[in-house]
Structure formats: C-alpha cells, structure tokens
C-alpha cells in the first residue's frame, strides 16, 4: 500500500567507512580533478599530423586518468589528503 512507503534515504545514517577506503576516494577525487587539469593543459593531446579522430581523443583520456591517478597515488598536490581529512570529519562528526 502507498501508506506503507519506506522512510527517506537522508533519514538513515550513512554507513561508517574504514580510514584506508576514505583514503581510496580522495586519492580518485584528486586524480579526477588532476585529469581535468592536465586535459586543459593539453597533456597527451596528439599533434595534427596523426589524425587519429575521436577514438584518439577517448584512448587519451584514459592515459591521462591513470598518469593522474599514479600522480595522486604518489602525493599529488596534496588534495587528496585535505579531502581525506575533511571526509573522516564528517564521518565522526
């Protein structure tokens, strides 16, 4: 019946997450925003001469995923800590 309706998502407390899984999020957190950085920056963008199209284009972007995530795996420019801070703060608080 419709009167029966479970009660909103937002009611129930979020499950608490172990310290090493926050960490796994901020470091993919930052290695998303270092993406972004380096795609803007033109890192991995192919000279005219290939042509390579849109298939260049999307294997590129993988390429800079990882060289980001490697890059946050290996301190970044400390976001992923900042972050990581920040989520075990809410997590306790």
Avoid: C, W, Y
Wanted: aromatic share 6%; proline share 5%.
């Amino acid at each position: 019946m419709i009167s029966e309706v479970v009660a909103p998502a937002q009611s129930m407390p979020a499950p608490k997450l172990p310290d090493e899984k926050l960490r796994e999020v901020a470091i993919e957190l930052e290695a998303t925003f270092l993406s972004e950085m380096l795609k803007h920056a033109g890192v991995g963008k192919a000279p005219d001469g290939f042509g390579g199209g849109a298939g260049e284009d999307q294997f590129a972007s993988f390429l800079r995923l990882e060289q980001a995530r490697e890059m946050a795996r290996q301190g970044g420019i400390g976001l992923a800590e900042t972050l990581f801070e920040a989520l075990k703060e809410s997590q306790n608080g």
